[in-house]
């Protein structure tokens, strides 16, 4: 069977005994939470156990989608769903008790039958490839969709970069019927939602995931480099065999090997003869005995024990275009360094430093990787949860020779913000780290962890927990005219009346950005409700409404039909003041006061949602005087507590790290709709000043819990890591270390 860029096909089939660990990501907790916009039945609920019917090629056909298929139904079962499966055939008969029906390609009458058996469980999942079911592109899986009275979540496995355009129309059509799609990576998300015509709501990114291994594994004899997975022309392995008589100087010298049986379609077409090619290569080019073909079979554990031997996974594959790779993902789970062509999904997840992705080659990057010895140990769990600096171009011999600039901000730390959040919400104050609940919670703090936990899933459900916390609290905030509370004491009571201040404002930056970017289908209907309510007001205070249209141009781009955001920014344009035309003094206060990035920022973000290039212009020159007027001696010298006129002498304090962050998210807005380099030199200054480049040369964050610390002062640092302070540095690192990619 065919499937168009999916270069990393499972090595093995599974059989029906196999022990699957593999988690993919999406549990029983993400289906039992679906609940779809468009099926009459959603309604109904289930009683007993989840019923799970799956639509799928199937162990024991060998292929990546029927090891998919197989690791999600074991997880599925594992935490008590009931999981039937509707198998692809593929000639050869499937012993698990699972499958309860095989979908026979070309037959109408299979197709009528298979949906009927569907129907058995309260919820379908189909896996979606273009070359495994029937008619063209495989058009006849939107015939069983048709049949289905039950919901169903569509599992996009390839978005196409240039599909034909039959092929973007299957997938526009299945899309269509399905409640839901379901795809692993963001680069997946982004295309769907960019370059097709797709409801953007129906989309969520779940992360293809793995176990991480519990067995620690010593290496010893010669490193080696493992490419695995049904061999067929496409994987690049010709590439790595010419750069391996470059290896043979390093110490061990590195040895080369392929592990797989040839992908069936291959097999067919054209026999052993990419396998046979490329044995010969390695003949002719003197390093036969450092290339090893093995065609033995492993199950789970004997593959997960041949990546943790391997000093480095190379992924060499002709096609850029790859938006999901489960071989990516067990290699980084299982703590080895990666080298990838520069594929979307290798991109996205090689960001955390665990791997080196190239432009075009991976072959050249390979020797920087090999040797234990040559930059830092990598773990999986580092490698699935942060984000930086290591994707440079082939021929790069580190990333601020690729870059131009060193890029060493590091990922943000959630302990402290998650330490300081409890059942109601997050506590606004802490003695160094301690949390203080006596002083409560507030919205303004609420609404900014909201923002931070939906901007960055994480490799885990931890931040969308938190991202749940905040949304029932900003629920519980706001009356039913959209006014917002802004202060709840620690037995849960709210101390204050229903305003529209900066508390307002700030909620519905939140609740946009979760709109926008969560990954959980409830997660975003709640917000967009709560956001439509706060959307009936409107602040006379400046910075009110800047931060509401921040959450406006947030929403309006995930959809830009939406009427209450649209309108909240238009009223909000026509509230900005003209430009002045003082050259010393452009900024439209007498003074700056807090939070003063905002203000540029929001006239970026509106003018870019409205089509107004005059605003966002206007957004652009001012964001740039700010930044040279906080800018003294190479770092950022932010505006103090007390604000900061023309004759003010500096540096001044108190300094606050939402000074600082909020001018890192006016920088990063601006670097997504101008090229000018300040914008990202702004971002990495901001993230400089919480490592220490700041005015007294003191770092002002915690790197053990990620807390940012309350102030710098003259004299030193209160070191308090309150939920603002806190907030702030994790804001800022999310920009820093997504926009190294971006420069890159």
Not at 1 to 18: F, I, K, R, V, Y
Not at 22 to 33: C, K, P, R, S
Not at 95 to 108: A, D, F, K, Q, Y
Not at 431 to 436: C, D, M, N, Q, Y
Request: glycine share 10%; aromatic share 6%; charged share 20%.
């Amino acid at each position: 069977m065919s499937q168009p860029s999916t270069a990393d096909c499972a090595e093995q089939p599974l059989t029906p005994e196999t022990p699957v660990t593999t988690a993919v990501g999406i549990t029983v907790n993400a289906l039992a939470t679906f609940q779809p916009s468009t099926d009459p039945v959603a309604g109904q609920g289930f009683s007993g156990p989840l019923k799970v019917g799956i639509l799928s090629t199937y162990p024991p056909t060998p292929c990546g989608l029927a090891t998919f298929s197989a690791a999600l139904a074991h997880g599925l079962t594992a935490h008590g769903a009931d999981v039937s499966v509707v198998r692809v055939s593929d000639g050869t008969p499937s012993s698990s008790t699972r499958v309860i029906g095989e979908l026979v390609n070309g037959s109408p009458g299979s197709v009528a039958a298979c949906a009927d058996l569907l129907n058995q469980s309260d919820i379908a999942v189909i896996q979606h490839e273009y070359g495994i079911y029937g008619g063209v592109d495989g058009d006849e899986v939107a015939g069983i969709i048709d049949g289905l009275r039950i919901p169903s979540i569509l599992i996009a496995h390839t978005i196409l970069k240039n599909p034909t355009r039959h092929q973007r129309s299957v997938l526009e059509a299945v899309a269509a019927r399905a409640d839901q799609v379901i795809v692993m990576s963001e680069a997946a998300s982004e295309r769907l939602r960019c370059d097709f015509d797709i409801d953007r709501r129906k989309v969520a990114t779940i992360p293809h995931g793995a176990s991480v291994p519990t067995n620690a594994c010593v290496r010893g004899g010669r490193p080696t480099l493992l490419t695995w997975g049904l061999l067929r022309p496409g994987m690049g392995i010709e590439r790595v065999i010419e750069a391996m008589g470059s290896l043979n100087g390093l110490p061990g010298r590195p040895r080369y090997l392929v592990a797989g049986q040839t992908h069936p379609d291959a097999l067919a077409a054209d026999g052993e003869a990419y396998r046979d090619a490329r044995i010969e290569q390695a003949r002719r080019s003197g390093v036969a005995d450092s290339v090893c073909f093995d065609t033995s079979y492993r199950n789970v554990s004997m593959l997960t024990a041949l990546v943790q031997s391997a000093a480095v996974v190379v992924l060499p594959y002709d096609s850029t275009d790859q938006v999901t790779s489960g071989v990516l993902v067990d290699a980084v789970a299982s703590g080895r360094p990666v080298v990838a062509t520069a594929f979307p999904h290798a991109v996205e997840l090689l960001a955390s430093g665990a791997g080196i992705g190239s432009a075009s080659r991976a072959d050249t990057a390979a020797p920087r990787r090999c040797d234990g010895s040559r930059g830092p140990p990598i773990g999986a769990r580092d490698g699935m949860a942060s984000g930086g600096e290591c994707v440079f171009e082939a021929g790069a011999s580190s990333p601020r020779a690729a870059t131009g600039t060193a890029m060493t901000s590091p990922a943000p730390i959630f302990d402290q913000l998650l330490r300081l959040t409890d059942r109601r919400g997050t506590l606004e104050r802490a003695r160094l780290a301690e949390p203080l609940p006596e002083y409560g919670y507030c919205t303004d703090d609420v609404a900014r962890v909201l923002v931070v936990a939906t901007r960055d899933h994480g490799p885990d459900r931890t931040l969308n927990g938190l991202a749940g916390v905040a949304l029932r609290f900003l629920n519980d905030a706001q009356a039913l005219t959209g006014a917002c509370r802004n202060r709840m004491d620690s037995t849960g009571s709210w101390v204050d009346e229903p305003a529209l201040e900066d508390a307002w404002g700030r909620c519905i930056w939140g609740l946009g950005t979760a709109a926008a970017h969560s990954n959980v289908a409830w997660a975003r209907q709640s917000a967009i409700m709560q956001f439509e309510r706060a959307a009936q007001e409107r602040s006379a205070r400046p910075r009110a409404m800047a931060f509401a249209a921040l959450g406006a141009a947030e929403l309006l781009a995930f959809d830009e039909g939406h009427h209450a955001a649209r309108a909240l920014l238009t009223d909000y344009a026509a509230s900005v003041p003209a430009p002045k035309h003082d050259p010393t003094w452009p900024w439209p206060e007498p003074r700056l006061t807090y939070a003063n990035a905002v203000v540029p920022e929001a006239m970026i973000a509106a003018g870019a949602a409205l089509a107004d290039a005059t605003l966002c212009q206007h957004g652009l020159r001012l964001l740039g005087w700010l930044i040279a007027f906080e800018t003294a001696d190479s770092h950022l010298s932010p505006t103090p507590i007390s604000g900061r006129g023309a004759e003010d002498a500096r540096p001044g304090f108190d300094q606050q790290p939402i000074e600082v962050s909020t001018l890192a998210d006016a920088c990063a807005r601006a670097a997504a709709v101008d090229t000018n380099p300040m914008w990202l030199a702004g971002v990495r200054a901001a993230a400089g000043w919480f490592m220490g480049d700041n005015d007294a040369g003191e770092p002002m964050w915690d790197p053990d819990t990620g807390g940012g610390y309350n102030t710098l002062h003259a004299d030193g640092v209160n070191p308090d890591q309150g939920a603002e302070s806190t907030v702030a540095v994790i804001s800022t690192l999310q920009h820093a270390r997504r926009l190294s990619i971006v420069r890159q």
